[in-house]
């Protein structure tokens, strides 16, 4: 299932990134306890999600993402939050109540717009270990289900 906040006509301007560098938009991490912690590594599969509180398609699918991080722990592939709200206490509430032990980052609305030319939310970015874009998921989606590992299993398979 598809949850997504824009139009159709929108699609095409997020296929214009695949290729392209990830920007890395400035962001300060949300320290808690376990992996969020420290940085993770840049230099492998990055699966970094753009979200905020006050998505409802978004909360829905962040325990997903964290099923997902369970399901690959032992690959390359490391899952990165991207929080835009600007309560921090909303977001430590939401991932504290929610068991989201993933590393989190907070970053300003207008500079993760500015950056991606983002207006959607939730938008996840598949970025490889060159820090190339190859996919952008718009929208919600089934993190954890068998067909969602399996493409993101075989997207990084054949790119690598």
């Not at 980052?105 to 500015?114: A, L, T």
């Amino acid at each position: 299932m598809l949850l997504c906040s824009l139009s159709c006509s929108d699609q095409p301007r997020y296929a214009e990134l695949i290729g392209k560098q990830w920007p890395n938009p400035p962001s300060q991490p949300l320290f808690f306890t376990g992996a969020q912690n420290k940085r993770p590594a840049d230099n492998g599969w990055r699966l970094i999600n753009l979200w905020a509180t006050w998505c409802e398609p978004c909360r829905k699918e962040m325990p997903l993402l964290q099923e997902l991080a369970n399901q690959v722990k032992p690959t390359n592939l490391s899952i990165q939050l991207i929080s835009v709200d600007i309560d921090l206490n909303l977001v430590k509430e939401f991932v504290l109540q929610y068991d989201i032990s993933l590393p989190i980052f907070i970053s300003p609305q207008e500079v993760i717009e500015q950056s991606l030319d983002n207006a959607a939310y939730p938008a996840t970015y598949l970025v490889s270990p060159n820090g190339k874009i190859v996919k952008v998921y718009l929208g919600a989606r089934e993190w954890s289900s068998e067909q969602m590992v399996t493409e993101l299993q075989n997207i990084m398979r054949s790119e690598s």
